[in-house]
Structure formats: structure tokens, C-alpha cells
């Protein structure tokens, strides 16, 4: 036992020891009903910069607090393993931080493929019951059934569970047409439905990232091309 409180109070295992018992508080209050389970969602994805890296990541559909229990219960399993075969036995000394910083970063990059896989498997579950937590199927693929009505109002399926249905309000002029795949980009409370951009049109947060770092290098002051791409 004092090994592992040993281990757990050394850098980098100490992050994973607060986040771990910051997520064991949170998911207390849920259970206890005092915490909702959509802590960090919002209506929209525009300007939500976590919902959208999640969904960039391949957490799309899945609540937040879920999807960063799952990542970083895998990030901190790898790290402890990391911890215990290499770091340990090496006399770092002040190097210590560098390093372990350089294992953070590791150890959430390999656990990010690895905890979207394991959120995947979770989807059909959480979809049982959609109206409970709408927001977090923003990101969501879902493909058109049925015309729009008059007031916009069309009914789409999950791309991934066609067994559960939603409801699209469409602009005027931009009203989705059967067959049609859409992402879920915002939820209208007060209706009860949903906002969808075409699929081809949805960038992730990974894809604006890379066209604003190639804005920057090729459409700069001194650029021949000097222009604005759309984001």
C-alpha cells in the first residue's frame, strides 16, 4: 500500500491522482442526482472548443464527463506501467518534469484510439434513450427519412443506431431533403429539435486547426495570394 500511495504522489502519476479523484467526486454527484451527466455540453458546438476536439477524436454522441473518464483512466493506466517499468529506475533528478511531461503527452496520445474504441461500444446504450441527454449527440451522423413539413420539421435516423430517430428544424432554403446525411450541430430546446449541416460542409475541430495553421504560413502579410479561407 505505501508503494502505490508512493507511486500515486510522484510526478507525472500525481496529475492522474487529482483528476482520478476529482472524476470519482463528480460521478458521486451524479449518482447522488446533484450533478447532471451533460456537465460540459452546451447547445451548440460553434465556440465549444472541448465538444468539438472530442468530436474530432472520435467521441462524437457520447457526454463529455464520459468520454474524459474513459481517456483518462487508459492515460493513467499507461503511465503508471511507464512509472513503474522505466521511470523508477532511472536517477532523474530535476529531469523528472521534462520527462513527465513528455509521458503525459504520450500516454494521452496513445490512449486517445484506444478510449474512442471502448466509448464506441457504449453508443447503442446511451441511445435508448435520446431525450434524456440531447446534447451530447451533437456530432452525431444522422441520415434524412421523411420530407420537411411546413415548418421546417423533418425526421432523421442515427447513422449508427437507425432504430433511433430525431428531429431536424431546418432554415428557409436550407431544409434537409430524404436521404440526406447530416451532422448535429446545435439543439433548439425549446422545440426539441435539432440543427444539421450537410456532412460534406461539417469540419472538425482537427481539420480548422491544420487549414488555419496552412492560412498562416502560406496567406501571410508578404503572400502573393493574400486572401482569407473559410473556416
Not at 479523484?21 to 447522488?32: F, Q, R
Not at 457526454?63 to 511507464?82: D, N
Not at 513527465?100 to 457504449?122: D, K, M, Q, T
Not at 446534447?135 to 420537411?148: H, Y
Request: with cysteine.
Amino acid at each position: 500500500m505505501d508503494t502505490l500511495i508512493a507511486y500515486a504522489l510522484r510526478f507525472p502519476l500525481i496529475v492522474f491522482s487529482v483528476l482520478l479523484g476529482l472524476l470519482a467526486l463528480y460521478w458521486l454527484l451524479v449518482l447522488l442526482r446533484l450533478a447532471p451527466l451533460e456537465l460540459f455540453e452546451h447547445d451548440s458546438l460553434r465556440n465549444d472548443n472541448l465538444a468539438s476536439a472530442l468530436v474530432s477524436l472520435g467521441f462524437a454522441g457520447l457526454p463529455a464527463s464520459l468520454a474524459l473518464t474513459v481517456l483518462i483512466v487508459l492515460a493513467g493506466l499507461l503511465t503508471l506501467g511507464v512509472e513503474v517499468a522505466v521511470l523508477t529506475w532511472l536517477p532523474l533528478g530535476f529531469f523528472r518534469i521534462p520527462l513527465g511531461v513528455l509521458v503525459l503527452w504520450a500516454a494521452f496520445a496513445l490512449a486517445s484510439p484506444l478510449a474512442a474504441g471502448i466509448c464506441h461500444r457504449l453508443h447503442r446504450p446511451l441511445h435508448r434513450h435520446p431525450e434524456r441527454h440531447p446534447r451530447c449527440l451533437l456530432g452525431e451522423v444522422v441520415r434524412v427519412t421523411d420530407q420537411a413539413e411546413a415548418d421546417g420539421r423533418v425526421t432523421a435516423v442515427l447513422e449508427e443506431d437507425e432504430a433511433r430517430d430525431v428531429c431536424l428544424l431546418g432554415k428557409p432554403g436550407e431544409r434537409p431533403t430524404p436521404g440526406e446525411r447530416r451532422v448535429l450541430v446545435k439543439y433548439l430546446p425549446e422545440a426539441g429539435a435539432f440543427r444539421a449541416v450537410p456532412e460534406r460542409e461539417f469540419l472538425d475541430a482537427r481539420t480548422r486547426l491544420v487549414r488555419l495553421h496552412l492560412l498562416g504560413r502560406h496567406h501571410g502579410p508578404g503572400s502573393r495570394n493574400g486572401g482569407s479561407a473559410s473556416a
